[in-house]
């Protein structure tokens, strides 16, 4: 009897340490849920277009609540930047409500975010506000590589150390290090930024040796590869850090605003998992941690009819998966809503705010194909303010209407997205011509026959609206331009045409000025830009122009102290009644070829 029960009590025994260790196995497992590029969608809700919205930090709430209740604690919500602007929500706590807490601050400590970095439109809102923004957050806000301007000293923590059962998670946050060619200083006083694959690999270093973490991720506010390469950085520098500099398990990435889940190896043969959420939180990426073993050595006892074994792990290792998970079909967050519902109303209530009439719709559909009520609108309100002579502007939302009858501030977002300055800057006609030929370049294909396309498409998409190898009908599918809508500038105060059939660098030709004045090359004009384009954005000034970069800053006259929309939307409440008016003061040639063109690539692209 004793045998037995001798027996029973050690096998209940190494059941319990078996169950526990099943039980470890099992708390082995975390994840770590990411959002990027929010760009204020707070609410499933648009205030801009007053219409309800597909994403939501709303709807990630009852994710992350829905995952925390599987999981408990071993979910880590982080949020990689570009929060604080893009939906009124957001404008209304930069400008209007600075004396009380940021919402974006507030939005996500109530969704209990562990880590934060800083984007690009983060620092658009000037110091103030981000400084606001992270003294308001209950989180730390990470960026390895932004320093006081004078100093080796980061301005926000390089990292930080989340530890879930016993496992340290290091995060190294940084910045996309190309705010200097979209940013004036005003706004990054006493700060730098410095390139990516340095500063990742001095933090890697620090990190390992002072923290010895057993998992590192990145958290960067930059895209995957492209955009601005300069000798000095790189604006997407996200697969270039994962590729060279070993130590990251995964980088979760964004900035550019495309949606990616992929793994690759580093310069010493390991994996490294990429994600990138996109924005507007339509998206979250996911990453899943599991503790693995290399190897095993195992014993074995055998008590009676019962034998039991023991498996040594002699190497244990992170196995990081990734996966990018919709949030269209997840329903608000009941208790989000509800919570800030008081802020909720108060954004409504101040973008539902009438200012004007407006006498004709006006769309940036039509800017891509001539000239435009829209754009003449955003040329004539620069000329007016900045009393310039020459005005340079693009569209900034690919698709934006403003109906004809009352207006009210919420369309000032769609005619103006972005909170930019205006600046009156020198340029010589010289320059101006090579800042239009480098837009058009961009925006126009070479036409070699009536049937070519007038814009200049995506290569993959060059066949759309044809007759696939196959016999199939490709109607279906929609073109994409070849490059960014928003660096499409076309000019005001000049009388110029573009001739489509012509090589790169040889389309525009300017006629004379809209006054009647000749148009001198080596003449010096007062020019109207904003800001984003002053300071070298799209590097319109800076390779089509070709003025160097650290000569841009000299030629400023005159910046206004507000964003632009502030004045449009000013200047529309002081007038009351806006009657907008195509200047026609550009055209495609030869028209014969680019009237039906743009035809069929309008219809192509918008469907109508």
């Known amino acids: 009897?004793?045998?037995?029960?001798?027996?029973?009590?050690?096998?209940?025994?190494?059941?319990?340490?078996?169950?526990?260790?099943?039980?470890?196995?099992?708390?082995?497992?975390?994840?770590?849920?990411?959002?990027?590029?929010?760009?204020?969608?707070?609410?499933?809700?648009?205030?801009?277009?007053?219409?309800?919205?597909?994403?939501?930090?709303?709807?990630?709430?009852?994710?992350?609540?829905?995952?925390?209740?599987?999981?408990?604690?071993?979910?880590i919500y982080v949020d990689n930047g570009d929060i604080l602007q893009g939906q009124p929500t957001s404008y209304y706590y930069n400008t209007v409500a600075v004396d009380k807490p940021h919402l974006a601050a507030e939005v996500l400590n109530y969704m209990g975010c562990e880590v934060g970095t800083l984007g690009n439109h983060d620092i658009e809102p000037g110091g103030p506000t981000y400084q606001r923004y992270i003294r308001d957050a209950h989180f730390p806000i990470l960026g390895a590589n932004i320093l006081f301007e004078d100093m080796d000293k980061t301005f926000v923590p390089p990292y930080t150390i989340v530890t879930r059962n016993k496992t340290k998670i290091a995060f190294i946050g940084m910045l996309t290090p190309a705010i200097p060619n979209w940013l004036p200083k005003e706004l990054w006083r006493e700060l730098r930024f410095d390139e990516m694959v340095g500063t990742a690999k001095k933090w890697v270093q620090y990190v390992k040796e002072k923290e010895q973490p057993d998992v590192i991720i990145g958290i960067f506010h930059s895209g995957l590869e492209g955009g601005i390469v300069t000798p000095q950085y790189a604006e997407n520098a996200s697969l270039q850090v994962a590729r060279e500099v070993p130590g990251f398990d995964a980088v979760i990435f964004g900035h550019d605003h495309r949606a990616y889940c992929d793994s690759i190896r580093n310069v010493e043969g390991e994996k490294v998992m990429l994600v990138n959420p996109a924005n507007g939180a339509n998206n979250v990426a996911e990453l899943t941690l599991r503790k693995k073993a290399v190897g095993h050595s195992s014993f074995s006892l055998r008590l009676g009819f019962l034998k039991y074994t023991w498996h040594k792990k002699n190497k244990e290792y992170w196995a990081v998966e990734g996966k990018l998970v919709p949030m269209a079909d997840v329903e608000p967050d009941e208790d989000f809503l509800k919570t800030f519902e008081e802020q909720f109303q108060t954004v409504k209530d101040y973008v539902s705010k009438r200012?004007?009439?407006?006498?004709?719709?006006?769309?940036?559909?039509?800017?891509?194909?001539?000239?435009?009520?829209?754009?003449?609108?955003?040329?004539?309100?620069?000329?007016?303010?900045?009393?310039?002579?020459?005005?340079l502007a693009a569209p900034l939302s690919?698709?934006?209407?403003?109906?004809?009858?009352?207006?009210?501030?919420?369309?000032?977002?769609?005619?103006?997205?972005?909170?930019?300055?205006?600046?009156?800057?020198?340029?010589?006609?010289?320059?101006?011509?090579?800042?239009?030929?480098?837009?058009?370049?961009?925006?126009?294909?070479?036409?070699?026959?009536?049937?070519?396309h007038l814009l200049l498409f995506n290569d993959d998409d060059n066949d759309v609206g044809s007759v696939d190898k196959n016999g199939g009908d490709n109607k279906s599918r929609r073109p994409r331009f070849k490059n960014i809508y928003y660096n499409f500038d076309s000019a005001a105060g000049v009388i110029y045409e573009v001739d489509v059939t012509k090589p790169e660098g040889q389309r525009v030709k300017i006629l004379r000025m809209a006054d009647g004045r000749p148009f001198e090359l080596d003449h010096i004009y007062r020019v109207a830009v904003n800001s984003y384009r002053g300071n070298g954005g799209g590097e319109l000034l800076t390779r089509g122009a070709g003025i160097p970069q650290e000569e841009l800053s000299s030629r400023i006259l005159y910046s206004t102290s507000a964003d632009l929309r502030y004045y449009m939307l000013s200047r529309i409440e002081m007038k009351d009644t806006i009657t907008p008016v195509c200047l026609n003061e550009w055209k495609f040639v030869p028209e014969k070829w680019t009237i039906p063109a743009g035809k069929r690539d309008y219809q192509l692209l918008f469907g109508e």
Request: hydrophobic share 40%; net charge negative.
């Open 355 to 391: 200012i004007g009439t407006i006498t004709r719709s006006i769309s940036t559909k039509d800017a891509y194909f001539g000239p435009s009520a829209f754009m003449d609108f955003v040329h004539q309100m620069q000329l007016e303010i900045s009393n310039a002579e020459v005005s």
């Open 398 to 452: 690919y698709v934006a209407t403003i109906d004809s009858g009352d207006v009210y501030v919420r369309d000032m977002f769609n005619l103006y997205k972005f909170e930019n300055t205006l600046y009156l800057m020198n340029l010589s006609g010289r320059e101006i011509l090579g800042h239009l030929e480098m837009s058009y370049d961009m925006w126009t294909n070479q036409m070699k026959s009536p049937e070519d």
């Open 1 to 75: 009897m004793k045998k037995h029960l001798f027996y029973s009590t050690v096998s209940f025994a190494l059941l319990l340490f078996l169950f526990a260790g099943c039980a470890n196995e099992k708390d082995s497992e975390l994840k770590i849920i990411a959002t990027s590029d929010v760009h204020g969608n707070f609410f499933p809700y648009d205030f801009i277009n007053d219409r309800p919205a597909k994403g939501s930090l709303s709807r990630v709430s009852t994710y992350l609540k829905e995952q925390r209740k599987a999981l408990g604690d071993r979910v």
